[in-house]
């Protein structure tokens, strides 16, 4: 497999993800406008950041990590059948793990949400609220769990496409709640139904996927072995993730707990800005992440690490070489993208301020989100799950540490802050340690381009900055802006022979004529 099949695959990856992230923000864009940033808003983010903790570790975490090298060993050493019963084993196995963490967080759910929203105390109908809220979204674990199963097999099987868009399920069921049910109820119970949509989100999104795997040749069935000799290596390999993923989702809950003692609405004003950021993050940070984990584990049962570090490099190149401008663009235009999205019905400007606070922040660290993680897919592709633990157990600390610091003076921009910060010092870690390993990594040439690709992000942000302000209309001037930057950064970006110009729109122009 050369670079441009892997170019191939990252652009199927980000066509699905461009697809789902569209519906992801009308429903975003619905939710804000019925809700806003008040209580009920408040205590929805709550309590989906406890499924979404548990959905990073059992899902497309390091479940995920662990699984996938594994099951690329098998697909290339064992026979089909062999292959048929370790999928089947893992899934039985798999399903009884979250059948009994669903039921399990039902009944803690008082205890949980306490520990995620101390803040709430004061208010005990908020705190019981979001103590409901909790419940009914506990089951979301189970199907969205089962979902990232079907997306690692699918992935590892070289499909791509359908997994990435698969994830718009969960905004289909929330987008009909909103359009079609939520009219219907009395205020105080469309945010619960919001919550049961989230569920029925979280099965769709599992049963678009299946049909795939059966095209595919593959398929699943309830035989438990809890002694076959793959499941035991993924729980070798996961035990150590799981408190590697667990340190990126206990900064993700230090943030809310932190952010339930400020002013009303930090905890939207948090989602909502995260969420802008993941978009570019998304389409071409986690493209390449998720399509590099089965290329190099790949490479590595090959024992080929050449290759390996080939599409390593390549893969970081072209995330700095799209994530740059991302970054920039969003610090230069944040607001007025905040105020298009979000601020309609009850989202007021304050919130608008209050969400592009964080974003601007959080889009510093833009470029160190993405190659952390690919980064940390090098060592889980060697199946070492321990040395992205050491690293992002060390980052976090720093970022709680940080959060501590900045929160008052800085609000929810501070969280933000400490999370790019952190981000920052786990890649530097994991960079020091993987050169210590397989030695040189084209680092420089990797530098050169970051420097001809920053001189590029930055005229971006001027011309989007400036462009933004031909119109008091934001239908207009954002898209004006964005596309106006978008141009300006190939220009310059042709002037200064930037290489990954050419690869980059190769990617898109081959799907254009597919």
Not at 231 to 259: H, T, W, Y
Request: hydrophobic share 55%; glycine share 6%.
């Amino acid at each position: 497999m050369d670079n441009k099949t892997l170019s191939k695959y990252a652009g199927k990856t980000a066509l699905g993800i461009i697809l789902s992230r569209i519906f992801g923000y009308i429903r975003d864009m619905l939710v804000a406008n019925l809700f806003g940033t008040g209580m009920f808003a408040d205590t929805f983010y709550a309590a989906f950041r406890i499924p979404n903790l548990l959905r990073r570790i059992f899902g497309e975490g390091s479940f995920s990590a662990a699984f996938i090298p594994v099951l690329s060993e098998y697909l290339r050493t064992k026979e089909k059948a062999e292959v048929q019963n370790f999928l089947n084993a893992v899934f039985a196995i798999l399903l009884i793990m979250l059948i009994t963490i669903s039921v399990l967080g039902v009944f803690f759910s008082p205890l949980l949400t306490k520990i995620v929203a101390g803040g709430f105390a004061n208010d005990p109908e908020k705190m019981m609220l979001t103590i409901e809220l909790t419940r009914l979204m506990f089951p979301f674990i189970l199907f969205i769990c089962l979902a990232a199963f079907l997306l690692a097999v699918l992935n590892t099987l070289h499909s791509f496409f359908l997994p990435a868009f698969a994830v718009a399920a969960l905004s289909f069921s929330e987008i009909f709640y909103i359009l079609a049910v939520a009219p219907m109820l009395i205020p105080a119970n469309r945010i619960k139904g919001l919550a049961a949509s989230v569920v029925i989100g979280g099965a769709l999104h599992f049963f678009i996927q299946y049909p795939k795997l059966k095209s595919l040749g593959w398929h699943l069935k309830f035989k438990l072995d809890l002694k076959h000799p793959g499941v035991k290596k993924i729980v070798f390999l996961m035990l150590p993730s799981i408190i590697g993923l667990s340190a990126e989702q206990i900064n993700a809950l230090v943030d809310s707990r932190f952010a339930s003692f400020l002013c009303p609405g930090s905890v939207p004003a948090l989602y909502y800005s995260n969420r802008i950021m993941q978009a570019p993050l998304a389409i071409f940070g986690f493209a390449f992440a998720s399509v590099s984990l089965p290329v190099m584990s790949k490479f590595f049962a090959q024992k080929d690490i050449t290759m390996l570090k080939s599409s390593l490099n390549y893969s970081i190149r072209l995330t700095v070489f799209t994530l740059l401008p991302a970054a920039v663009g969003l610090m230069a235009i944040g607001l007025p993208i905040v105020k298009l999205l979000f601020e309609h019905g009850n989202f007021s400007p304050s919130g608008s301020i209050m969400t592009n606070n964080a974003l601007f922040y959080y889009s510093l660290g833009l470029p160190a989100y993405a190659l952390s993680k690919i980064f940390a897919n090098v060592f889980y592709s060697f199946q070492d799950t321990k040395m992205p633990v050491k690293t992002a157990v060390e980052a976090m600390i720093l970022h709680i540490g940080l959060c501590a610091i900045l929160m008052r003076p800085m609000g929810v921009g501070g969280f933000a802050l400490a999370t790019a910060v952190s981000s920052y010092f786990n890649l530097i870690l994991l960079v020091i340690y993987l050169k210590k390993r397989i030695g040189k990594l084209g680092l420089k040439q990797i530098l050169f381009l970051s420097s001809k690709s920053l001189l590029a992000a930055i005229a971006t942000g001027i011309t989007s900055w400036n462009m933004c302000r031909v119109s008091d209309n934001l239908i207009i001037a954002v898209p004006v802006a964005i596309i106006s930057g978008f141009i300006v950064f190939i220009v310059v970006s042709y002037i200064l022979r930037v290489e990954e110009l050419r690869i980059f729109l190769s990617i898109f122009s081959k799907h254009k004529k597919s």
